[in-house]
């Protein structure tokens, strides 16, 4: 085997078990009725799905259509446009202080989310290859929807065993998450310092630019803590799923693999930031 390969399956390893862990924290750390609580209102559903799963996408489709992008670079922006909300969205949302229950619940939303829109819309709009609706499906229940379960069912039917394991699956899921960046890094570096002059990060940046501003403005009426989870769950972007689909999509260009790799360091290096300054203006705010 050789070393890029290596470096591609380490990659699917760490993107996957930091998913998986990071959506098994989040099962184990709430209440289901404080898991719900953003499901339960109905505008914090509505943005989250309009944003996460129509408009978002439809952004996306558009920058294809104007931006010169090569067909399998447009492949990997539309994959990236439909897995918002990051397996450590309630990371970012503490450092935003912002409200840790709505990101449990925007996370729990678009994971079902995911399973029920992807596998519908996604074989529509990829081109050059040919995939079924299950066989995205398939990765998606097991990776999104499974962890999240488990967690849920330990946390009902043995509370103190949740308690107790879940600051090592916490541990655990942000070992995963380095290692998911700094295989991403080894495994497309080469990929993505060569996607130079292709527009793939010009078309990440404006795709990320446009859902970001657009959701935080449209969102005005919404209180700061909601705002705010509401932001960062749609520029934020699971990683796991991700590379979940293109795995799953028979005969995939290399180059649709670098433009989603380029795609989870940008979201990285812009979401913690912004989630950073978030927390600083609303400090302010309750001083």
Do not use: C
Not at 71 to 78: M, P, Q, R
Not at 91 to 117: C, H, N, P, Q
Not at 229 to 239: A, D, F, Q
Not at 240 to 268: K, W, Y
């Amino acid at each position: 085997m050789e070393l890029g390969e290596i470096l591609f399956l380490a990659l699917k390893i760490f993107a996957t078990a930091a998913t998986f862990l990071s959506l098994l924290d989040i099962g184990l750390q709430l209440e289901m009725k404080e898991t719900i609580v953003g499901i339960r209102n109905p505008r914090f559903t509505l943005f989250t799905l309009f944003w996460g799963f129509i408009l978002g996408p439809a952004i996306a489709y558009l920058l294809t259509l104007v931006l010169p992008l090569s067909t399998h670079y447009a492949n990997g922006l539309l994959i990236m446009s439909f897995v918002p909300g990051a397996a450590y969205l309630a990371m970012l949302t503490e450092r935003a202080k912002g409200d840790v229950r709505y990101s449990a619940s925007f996370v729990l939303l678009t994971s079902f989310a995911m399973v029920f829109f992807i596998p519908l819309a996604l074989p529509l709009m990829i081109s050059g290859v040919s995939v079924t609706s299950w066989d995205i499906a398939k990765p998606l229940l097991m990776l999104v929807l499974l962890p999240l379960l488990i967690g849920i069912f330990t946390r009902k039917n043995w509370l103190d065993s949740a308690n107790r394991w879940r600051p090592l699956v916490k541990k655990l899921a942000s070992v995963a998450l380095f290692g998911a960046l700094a295989t991403t890094i080894a495994s497309f570096g080469s990929g993505i310092v060569l996607s130079a002059g292709s527009f793939a990060l010009a078309s990440l940046l404006l795709f990320y630019l446009l859902v970001t501003a657009g959701t935080w403005y449209s969102s005005y009426k919404f209180p700061f803590e909601q705002r705010s989870v509401l932001t960062l769950g749609i520029l934020s972007r699971n990683s796991g799923p991700a590379v979940a689909i293109a795995v799953s999509i028979p005969d995939l260009a290399s180059e649709t693999f670098v433009l989603i790799g380029l795609g989870i360091i940008v979201q990285v290096a812009m979401s913690f930031p912004l989630a950073k300054r978030g927390g600083r203006k609303r400090g302010k705010q309750l001083i």
